[in-house]
């Protein structure tokens, strides 16, 4: 089974950008929709991108409406990884950050999580 391997987080200062890395250990993120939720404790985990498997036309790239315009998701095929560049970061955007891909069969798959604090 894919197994997914998140990096990049840290305690920034608002205003700072992060670039968080997602790598996975098999198969091409070509064929798989992938994405980023996070969480803050006591809150229920939060979709805030989503990136659609290559194989659908023109797939959709989604963001929630508190990071639009601050936040980008991308695909290296060639390094299996996915990104998620955060700019203008806010004290509100503190949480622990997963990355998870939906096989073609199966239950959706999950990272170990990063954690990123956003504080002066």
């Known amino acids: 089974q894919v197994q997914l391997v998140e990096s990049g987080g840290g305690l920034v200062q608002p205003g700072d950008s992060l670039r968080l890395s997602c790598v996975a250990s098999s198969g091409s993120l070509d064929f798989y929709a992938v994405g980023w939720f996070r969480q803050v404790p006591g809150k229920e985990r939060e979709q805030i991108s989503c990136l659609s498997a290559r194989s659908r036309y023109n797939g959709p790239i989604k963001y929630v409406d508190s990071v639009k315009g601050r936040f980008t998701i991308s695909r290296a095929n060639a390094k299996n990884t996915v990104y998620l560049q955060m700019d203008s970061l806010k004290p509100e955007d503190t949480a622990v950050y997963y990355c998870?891909?939906?096989?073609?069969?199966?239950?959706?798959?999950w990272g170990q999580g990063t954690q990123v604090t956003v504080s002066s």
């Open positions: 998870y891909l939906d096989p073609t069969s199966g239950s959706r798959i």
